[in-house]
């Protein structure tokens, strides 16, 4: 035994030994062993049994130890304790099956798109492409947080274990840190070496970006006991030289298919990214994503390495760049629904500065559309796939531009992915995780279906009014300035509840308007019922 150890197992915390010893089978609960920590070291010692210690210890050279009874007693106490962690970590997310029909969606796209045959069949062969790219990612993902060969190849014991190893693609539990939430008996450590190998420590990782501390590399000690950072496209060769194949095959199947020109382009300059051991590849293919996005295409592809760790997995510095892939598909009535809201933004920007009615809290200015991108997710492995805090709904990306990682500014894009949003308010989700949190007498004035208006009005409203960052009429300050504090700040809090608030506050206005203009014989009386829909 060590010290964090017992039967080369973690020690059990007290208060769960005691309930799980007397429902072990095989040992009356009256015949349990009990255990008082009476050094407050949690750890399980002979000399703390409370109960029938008599059973379960044996004095070996005048020295207290556990007999071999008490090793095969905890072993099962462990495995009831690991499984029962486990089923607790299932209960709080839900999984739900989303299947996208590629083809009836390609054929039925609004007749301004103008698809013909020829593109529908070399949109397939080149999602058919990305798609042999993801298992490649996923693996990758698994061998950056530790999950390795080993461990992929130890069976689940439980359908528990299989369902969580799953969801989340890997066997730990993430809002449960405890050393026994695992979905593997032989209970392997949170963090392995998969990208910063435990001998290093966070200090020596620092804040080089170009060194230890850079987000594609994988820091490794050499067979001389050097520290090195190795890139990406050396350390994962095996993983990225395939990838970067797939793209490419992607990138000439949409060749054939004008508006996915800057599509090929993006393809292309991520498979030559995955390839270079520059210290920030993305560097180019990010500025070409960039295009892409605001480009007539109609797919979403995001494939390489983005957001870092922040679940206790894997990198303990939290430092490293994990794999991530997704394919989406335009949301069409979510752009629709942008372009009726253009021409409102400036009046709405007036409507906010004789709100506040004061010029000297806030005057009007002008107002920007600055919307995210709105797609439909059909496809995503690795970093993409989420937890207990809920799916990717969106992002805002990239996290690192230019050559050294810090150029700014950096042009990021935020996207929105709509059919995960909406999904996460369906009946039953509502259900089982929100309705308890809140008053039963307006459960009923709770939208269960939550169309593109919304979001879009929040995001709309971050353009609007008082702004963080911007500063305040007449002074050097910065709206937002004063909601910070030494250990906190609540200035990021308040603008989304301002986004929420004109979510709520701008459709109301809009029907207000419709009715001004039909009493004023503006507008005929069927726009009116149309704009209150």
Known sequence: MTADRIFGLPHIPEQPFNRLAKS??????????????????????????????????????GTLRFNARFAQFYRGMVEAYRQELVGEELTLTYREKMTTDMD??????????????????????????????????????????????????????TTADADLLSRYGHPWCLSNTSSFCVALPSLPKRTQAGVVDPRISCADVGNNMLSLGNPFSADVVDANGWQRAVPYAEHFAHIQQPVAQQLREAARAFAQIPREAALVTYLTAAAEALESRKPFPYETSDEAWRQHGRSASILYVRVGADEVGGDTIGDHCERKARYSMSIGIKNFAAAKTSDTYKPHV????????????????????????????????????????????????????????????????????????????????????????????????????????????????????????????????????????????????????????????????????????????????????????????
């Open 346 to 533: 400036q009046a709405w920007e007036k409507y906010t500065a004789e709100l506040i009615g004061d010029p000297a809290l806030y005057v009007e200015g002008t107002a920007a559309m600055s919307m995210p991108l709105f797609w439909d997710i059909i496809y995503s492995v690795g970093d993409a796939v989420g937890g207990p805090a809920g799916t990717v709904i969106g992002q805002t990306l990239p996290n690192w531009c230019g050559s050294d990682g810090l150029q700014e500014p950096c042009g990021r894009l935020t996207m929105i992915f709509k059919n995960k949003e909406e999904s996460a308010y369906k009946p039953e989700m509502m259900a089982r995780y929100l309705f308890p949190l809140l008053n039963p007498a307006h459960h009923a004035d709770f939208l269960q279906k939550i169309g593109p208006d919304a979001t879009i009005l929040h995001e709309l409203g971050h353009n609007l009014g008082p702004q963080l960052g911007k500063p305040k009429p007449g002074s050097s300050a910065e709206f937002g300035s004063g909601l910070r504090t030494k250990e906190t700040s609540w200035a990021g809090t308040i603008e989304e509840f301002k986004g929420q608030n004109y979510g709520i506050d701008l459709p109301g206005w809009l029907v207000l308007r419709a009715r001004e203009r039909v009493a004023a014989g503006e507008m005929a009386p069927e726009k009116l019922a149309e704009t209150e829909q």
């Open 24 to 61: 072990q089978a095989g040992t009356p609960a009256a015949d349990a062993p009990q255990w008082h920590d009476a050094d407050g070291d949690q750890q399980i010692e002979p000399e703390e049994l409370t109960a029938h210690a008599e059973r379960f210890t044996e004095t070996v050279d």
């Open 104 to 157: 009836a969606w390609l054929r039925g796209l609004p007749k301004e798109v103008g698809i013909t045959e020829a593109e529908i069949a070399q949109y397939k062969t080149g999602i058919k492409a990305l798609l042999r790219a993801g298992p490649w990612m996923s693996q990758g993902y698994g061998e950056q947080i530790g999950y390795s060969d080993t461990l992929c190849g130890e069976s689940a014991r």
